[in-house]
């Protein structure tokens, strides 16, 4: 089993920490998630692990072992701010990119010929990228990223633009990759895709390592005890029971956490004698996504939001 | 740098770069420039279409007007049949009334034009020229020698100089040049001249028509976003030699197709015209061969330094703003060569020689026309390769760091921070 492992990166940019201690590791055949909010660190960590930066501390190993020479060879990296050859040919860019992973173009040519039509460019081969669009763009660069067969695939937001046919296709591919043996590390905003490929996940905020294990382990910890509920009423009342220790509001959605699973049932009855009318009731289950939002908030968001709630409520009392 | 990374980059470098922009720089631009001077030369000795009429007053003198006559029979340009000359010979107060006369005419028609030879002129040869179009460079030339000429066989007849004796003192001094050098004496030859200012303008055209496009083609990608791929692959260096390596070639390539066209000219010329002695090119392999390496050299640190440092923006107007001083570092150095024509062997010139970026020009000029100590191009050399590794060093740091970074455009103190700090 091959195996990534970060241990205590630590980065600076003049006087700003952009990673902090940040320790993980990553599986072969399992999909990680590097998540975090815009500006976390994420972008910065990936680029020490491709060699871009230079760690001012910390290590980074690969089967065990310091990365060597060949270690660009063993990388696909898809970044979050794309860029190719845009006036040459989608053929010359995938063959480029081979061959500078040590893939000579005769090698090369066959595999990409088959992902340009599994990805349903066949007939785009000899246009220019720029004639592309730029979903098509972002295929091609995918198919540049995995074409050489690396172990380790790394891919920063790779379904955004993407119309949902297309992300399918992506996440299909992903999942061949995870069956492959392959380590896959993916950094994406969305977290509904996270929850259903992702083995493994890590959220940094601010540059530190907030939570780093598997994604059932995680919703099973953030669940517990947990409700997510959607319906129509007044819920002040929930403040006053003595059970419940946090409300949490997510748009139409609100999470309402309990000491114990017992009080689940306890608030069901509190919320029906309230004549509270129920659209959706989901007990020790919480989206990724909520508990993505409920971590990486900052008081002063968890505040602006209450004050919204308040005013709409004062309105809606008048 | 390593040598099998690197090589894919040369590689894609050279095969965009032989594309329609190498045909166009390699070919076209030169024809173009070969037709602006064909033309300019073609405009400039191209006949008048115009009939022009000259009327020719003298100041009673008819033994001139003999000689005029007699000098414009003999003229080419009269053949034409686009020039009508009339004669007038007025007392010399007549002057000013018949001019006054003729002046409606002369208004009337461009092409109308009176040259009036005062008694005067035999002595101070100052003859006034009158017509609306007075900068008319035609007739005041061809007529203004034609009654020089007449002026001068009417001088020497008046003190009995024989025709013999003019023909000789009208004959101007031509110097046979001859080169002494270790090998032998030989007689000099034009070809060294021509080569020594077409090796100044082929550089200078090789930098220009590469190290630009390159600048572009850098700040290109870094608009583009492309470093973050690269670079999981290449290592800074990597990319920024291959880039420089492929220019270079591709600029070396053009170089010779230049000369090689150049040459075959040359041979034509040589095949086909009597003097042949004076475009006769006769090198010593050393001096080819160092025309070659200083060609690469001048190439690859103006590429060096154009590539580094135009990866500090990522548009190309803040770019070539910031690279101007580079341009003048490369346009200077080269008129200094034109200097060099009065005396290639001064002090001046040989400092010039020796110097960092004017050695690029001056060196190769003064080979072709001096024989030059062999340790002057070689400190020469070495110079412009100390240069070379420096300029390297700089750009490496700075296209090290500044590829990826993006906003501002970086101030000289970050510059040198940079190149201090990685």
């Known amino acids: 089993m091959r195996k990534l492992e970060v241990k205590n990166l630590k980065k600076m940019f003049g006087e700003t920490k952009a990673v902090d201690d940040i320790s993980f590791s990553a599986q072969s055949g399992k999909v990680f998630a590097l998540v975090g909010r815009n500006g976390a660190g994420k972008t910065t960590t990936i680029r020490m692990i491709t060699d871009i930066y230079v760690p001012d501390s910390g290590e980074i190993l690969f089967d065990g072992g310091k990365r060597g020479d060949d270690f660009h060879k063993r990388v696909g990296y898809l970044p979050e701010e794309r860029g190719l050859y845009k006036f040459m040919s989608v053929m010359d860019n995938l063959l480029f990119l081979a061959e500078i992973k040590g893939i000579n173009p005769a090698t090369s040519r066959p595999k990409a010929l088959q992902y340009l039509k599994r990805f349903d460019l066949t007939d785009k081969v000899d246009f220019p990228l720029d004639a592309l669009s730029k979903g098509n763009q972002q295929k091609v660069q995918f198919i540049g990223t995995i074409l050489h067969d690396p172990d380790l695939v790394i891919l920063d937001e790779p379904f955004s633009g993407l119309d949902p046919v297309n992300t399918n296709l992506f996440k299909d591919v992903i999942l061949e990759l995870r069956q492959a043996n392959k380590i896959v590390i993916l950094s994406t905003h969305q977290m509904d895709i996270a929850e259903k490929i992702c083995d493994q996940m890590a959220l940094v905020n601010r540059g530190k390592l907030i939570l780093n294990s598997t994604v059932s382990e995680i919703k099973q910890r953030y669940s517990a005890s947990m409700v997510t509920l959607r319906a129509e009423g007044d819920l002040a009342f929930l403040d006053s029971l003595d059970y419940v220790t946090a409300v949490e509001h997510f748009g139409v959605n609100k999470t309402i956490q309990v000491k114990h699973d017992t009080d689940i049932q306890r608030l069901l009855q509190e919320l029906l004698r309230h004549n509270i009318i129920i659209k959706q009731f989901v007990a020790n289950e919480m989206s990724l996504h909520d508990i993505f939002v409920s971590l990486t908030r900052t008081k002063e968001e968890m505040a602006l939001d209450a004050e919204a709630r308040l005013k709409v409520a004062t309105e809606d009392a008048a | ?422």
């Open chain 2, 1 to 422: 740098m390593s040598s099998n990374r690197i090589i894919p980059v040369i590689k894609r470098e050279v095969r965009v770069k032989l594309g329609l922009r190498f045909i166009v720089a390699t070919i076209f631009i030169p024809m173009v420039m070969a037709a602006i001077v064909g033309i300019q030369f073609v405009l400039t000795n191209m006949k008048s279409q115009d009939k022009a009429e000259v009327t020719l007053v003298l100041e009673q003198n008819p033994a001139v007007e003999g000689l005029i006559k007699q000098s414009l029979e003999q003229a080419d340009f009269m053949k034409s049949g686009l020039y009508t000359v009339n004669y007038e010979q007025l007392a010399g107060d007549k002057f000013q009334e018949y001019l006054n006369s003729k002046t409606p005419e002369l208004l009337k028609d461009d092409n109308k034009s009176i040259i009036y030879v005062p008694a005067s002129a035999l002595t101070d040869k100052k003859i006034g020229f009158y017509s609306a179009n007075v900068a008319n460079a035609d007739v005041r030339t061809k007529f203004g020698g034609i009654v020089s000429k007449a002026l001068n066989l009417n001088y020497f007849a008046q003190n009995n100089i024989q025709n013999v004796d003019i023909g000789y003192i009208q004959t101007d001094i031509f110097i046979i040049g001859n080169k002494v050098s270790a090998s032998g004496t030989r007689t000099e030859s034009w070809g060294p001249i021509i080569i020594g200012g077409v090796l100044a303008l082929l550089l200078n055209l090789g930098i220009t028509f590469n190290a630009m496009p390159l600048m572009n083609v850098v700040v290109g990608e870094k608009a583009n976003r492309l470093y973050e791929v690269l670079l999981t692959s290449l290592r800074p260096t990597d990319i920024l030699w291959g880039k420089i390596i492929g220019t270079a070639i591709v600029a070396t390539l053009q170089m010779l197709i230049w000369v090689a066209t150049f040459v075959f000219f040359v041979f034509i010329m040589d095949t086909f015209s009597e003097q042949s002695v004076a475009f006769r090119m006769d090198f010593q392999p050393f001096v080819i061969g160092y025309y070659l390496v200083n060609y690469v050299v001048g190439i690859l640190i103006f590429l060096t330094l154009y590539a580094g440092l135009s990866s500090m923006y990522d548009n190309q107007g803040a770019a070539s703003t910031a690279l101007t001083p580079l341009y003048f570092l490369l346009l200077l150095p080269m008129y200094t060569v034109f200097s060099l024509v009065s005396n290639p062997a001064n002090t001046v010139a040989a400092i010039l020689s020796i110097t960092p970026f004017t050695s690029l020009y001056v060196m190769p000029a003064r080979m072709s026309l001096i024989d030059v100590p062999v340790w002057q191009p070689l400190l020469a050399l070495a110079l412009n390769l100390a240069v070379l590794y420096f300029a390297n060093y700089v750009s490496s740091k700075i296209y090290r760091v500044s590829v990826l970074a993006t906003g501002n455009n970086p101030s000289l103190r970050q510059i040198f921070t940079w190149v201090k700090n990685h």
